[in-house]
């Protein structure tokens, strides 16, 4: 048997963390990765002590199976990676493909169960409903030994039903039983309460490890979750950043920092390394493209920020007067290593692995020489000058289509005008083309040399750190035949930074035409 049993690390109860960024955080409007972005995710997120990953809706698409196929096998065999599916047969089958090379496969099936999605979107009475649950959950548990069965709106379910489901599906084989707060409904109690409810009155019940999964309409999903654990659920899904449908899911950083710090009214464990917090949450606002608000809850920007002079008295006499928890147990240095154009190539990789990089020899000479370039243009170096720096030369490895330079004259006098010079696959070429304001002559300058029909569906910058010579990070994303990629680009210029972001989104079309055609070739 391969289902997670939370054993007591210590005294406390272990919770499993269940990470779903990848399958309803990327469902998020606008917040779709890549391939290669998956694969860091999934990375990262087994690194950090992430129990369980959802790593996509294997039915969804190829790319969306292929993406969960890979990370299943590259997977260790402390994580359990699984792979949604609603309960229809076809979905069961596909997850099951997609994730069987794992060393622990899980499938995590769903159906509604509340008469409002049972009339209007299901169109079925609660008798069939009963049905589906036991022959999907059945078929499932033919195919793989950790079956996950969803309740979806299981918060607006009378609990007279819900129990019914439950134990239907329990019977079934399920080995996890999630009670989502799908439309975030619910209140702390009440949620508790269903919880209590169930476990108490569905005979089963032990033979499953019951599960959260809260959505933020009114801003209590990390509050109903960890509620949910007080009722008796050990395992809690969410998301980094809260990442997640409308307004997002529960924090993971949040729900594991809550349980590290409040120990004493919160007896669990879980096994995240909460040192990689900041790493994950940057990552993936990278990836997704959605910026973290700099007051959030313990990766904000000024999560750890001390402004009023009675706060930084106090901070100085004593940390704890106004700090709960030390940035350093989230990853946020407290002091870092001053970086500026007299540091050399052994600080330079010394602050690289401080922050969590390691690269080889030739990228690392290339980051290098972009770091000198910085500093010399820069005033001061920021960790966060670096890591923007290092993402850049990361994500520009593999890219065909290279920017060499690019020259924008803008201002008063009449249109923009960007005259650029591209590298495409070793032939340089050059081209001057006008625009409705310096970024629109850029792209369109980029376009007359590297033509598409992809559709701009972001433009988005934001200063990596402060002061009128910050780097500035730009985001762009493209769509093209109902697919999106982001593309990300960094520089003290912002016309250089969005010429970067636009030439990154439009070399990752090109991948995902050359990856389109080589299927075709092989079908
Ligand atoms: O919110 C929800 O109900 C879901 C299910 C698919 C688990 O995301
Ligand atoms: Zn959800």
Redesign the pocket.
Known sequence: MTAITPTAASSKDRVVIFDTTLR?GEQCPGASMTYEEKLEVAELLEEMGVDVIEAGFPIASQGDFEAVQEIARRAGPDVTIAG?ARAISGDISRAAEAVRVAKRPRIHT?VSTSPIHLAHQMKKSEEQVLDIIAATVAQARNLVEDVEW?A??ATRTPIEYLIRCVDAAIKAGATTI?L?D?VGYSVPDEYAAMFRAVIERVPNSDKAIFST?C?DDLGLAVANSLAGVAGGARQIECTINGLGERAGNAALEEIVMAIRTRGDVLPYSTAVETTMLTRASKLISAVSAFPVQYNKAIVGRNAFSHESGIHQDGMLKNAETYEIMTPESVGVKATSLVMGKHSGRHAFREKLKDLGYELGDNALEDAFKRFKDLADRKKHVYDEDIEALVGDEVATASETIRLLSLTVIAGTGGPAKAIISLDVDGTHITKEVAGNGPVDATFNAITAIVPHQAKMSLYQVHAVTEGTDAQAEVSVRLEEDGKSVTGRGADPDTMVASAKAYLSAVNKIAVKRQRQHAQAASA
Do not use: E, G, Q, V
Request: hydrophobic share 25%.
């Open positions: 309803d949604l769903f969803s979806m709106d999630n989502p799908t999964h959505h």
